[in-house]
């Protein structure tokens, strides 16, 4: 076909330019951020134990599966969607007659679980997605007709989308702002939070949200000015704590830091409040027979998930709890070293 005179010339666009020979920011990992035009590179990374930029990875499906063993015409909620990997896994399982109903309270990540489901076939009739967080499921459930429910999967924490993206605030790896909302229409971000409380208050956050035994030397550090950016937290709470223990190993120092920001994340998300809200009305949402499984990655929601768990078994409202915590296999830890820190708990409805 003759090429018309009036037709554009066709437009060469530059790779993203980066320092160094492979990409280090996140905006910069364009192969990474679009898998299905690079899927060797991505095979790549994961290959590696790594995972891909802007994407997340399910941790413990095949443990998750087998605890909450669906099957066809059963009708499921997956309380945090995320990515959707959990819920993919369900559906197949449900099918034919079963339906899956998909929280998550981030608003810029639902609309791209939702697509990527309808992609692989699972239409209106079979998957529902709904922005809102889990404290609310009761009223969820009681819109949508559905309640009680057979499963219930809550996969809690921060997803890898959150986490690696700098813009979100998740992370010190990148510079971004102090910000760590998962819903950032609503509420007061970590800078405002850290404005607004006193040392005390702080220093109660940090030893609440993650056992951080530094805590009044961190929450003294962070009140001595405003803070806008991630990397200016990790920058002041390392100086700190190496002026005041000069001993103090890397690892060490990382872990204090890694604490400070969940504790963070979990003040300015309310996460506790609304991780206790679901755990009181999960019996009502259950099915008699029904299965729940929780998956947590930090000591305060797994004390909270196993308590509440006991506490139903002896109330004769759980038939069967776990006999202890599920863990990733060492297979999956080498391949998602994210998988490392979660934690699985299971019960069933009497």
Same mark, same amino acid.
């Given at each position: 076909m003759l090429k018309r005179?009036?037709?554009?010339?066709?437009v060469h666009t530059r790779r993203p330019r980066y320092a160094g020979t492979n990409p280090r920011g996140f905006h910069e990992k364009y192969k990474e951020l679009n898998p299905e035009r690079y899927p060797a590179d991505v095979q790549k990374v994961l290959a590696s134990g790594k995972t891909?930029?802007?994407?997340?990875?399910?941790?413990?499906?095949?443990?998750?599966?087998?605890?909450?063993?669906?099957?066809?015409?059963?009708?499921?909620?997956?309380?945090?969607l995320g990515?959707?990997?959990?819920?993919?896994?369900?559906l197949e399982r449900v099918q034919p007659g079963g339906r899956l109903?998909?929280?998550?309270?981030?608003?810029?990540?639902?609309?791209?679980?939702e697509a990527r489901l309808r992609a692989e076939g699972f239409g209106p009739d079979t998957f529902i997605a709904r922005h809102g967080n889990f404290a609310g499921l009761p009223q969820v459930l009681a819109t949508e007709g559905v309640a009680p429910v057979d499963l219930i999967l809550a996969d809690l924490?921060?997803?890898?989308?959150?986490?690696?993206? /700098? &813009?979100?605030?998740? $992370?010190? @790896?990148?510079?971004?702002?102090?910000?760590?909302?998962m819903n950032p229409t609503r509420g007061e971000s970590a800078s405002q939070m850290l404005a607004r409380l006193s040392e005390a208050q702080l220093e109660h956050v940090l030893t609440e949200n993650a056992d951080e035994p530094h805590a009044r030397l961190i929450a003294r550090i962070l009140k001595q000015q405003p803070l806008e950016k991630t990397q200016a937290v990790d920058r002041l709470v390392r100086a700190g704590i190496?002026?005041?223990?000069?001993?103090?190993?890397? /690892? &060490?120092?990382?872990? $204090?830091? @890694?604490?400070?920001?969940?504790a963070l994340r979990i003040a300015v998300n309310d996460e506790f409040s609304a991780l206790d809200s679901l755990l009181r009305t999960l019996p009502q949402c259950l099915a008699p027979g029904g299965r729940v499984a929780v998956l947590t990655f930090h000591s305060g929601e797994d004390r909270r998930v196993k308590k509440a768990f006991q506490a139903g078994y002896r109330a004769g409202v759980y038939?069967?709890?776990?006999?202890a915590v599920i863990r990733a296999t060492m297979e999956e830890?080498?391949?998602?070293?994210?998988?490392? $820190?979660?934690?699985l708990r299971w019960a069933s409805r009497e």
């Open positions: 005179p009036t037709d554009p010339p066709p891909p930029a802007g994407t997340h990875r399910p941790i413990m499906v095949a443990e998750v599966l087998d605890c909450l063993r669906p099957t066809a015409g059963e009708v499921a909620v997956d309380c945090t990515g959707g990997g959990h819920a993919l896994a369900i109903i998909g929280l998550d309270v981030d608003p810029l990540e639902l609309p791209r679980t924490g921060v997803s890898s989308m959150q986490l690696d993206n /700098p &813009d979100r605030g998740f $992370s010190q @790896r990148g510079p971004g702002p102090l910000d760590m909302r190496t002026a005041a223990f000069p001993n103090v190993t890397k /690892p &060490d120092l990382k872990m $204090s830091v @890694r604490r400070t920001l969940q038939s069967a709890v776990a006999d830890t080498r391949a998602n070293r994210r998988a490392s $820190s979660a934690k």
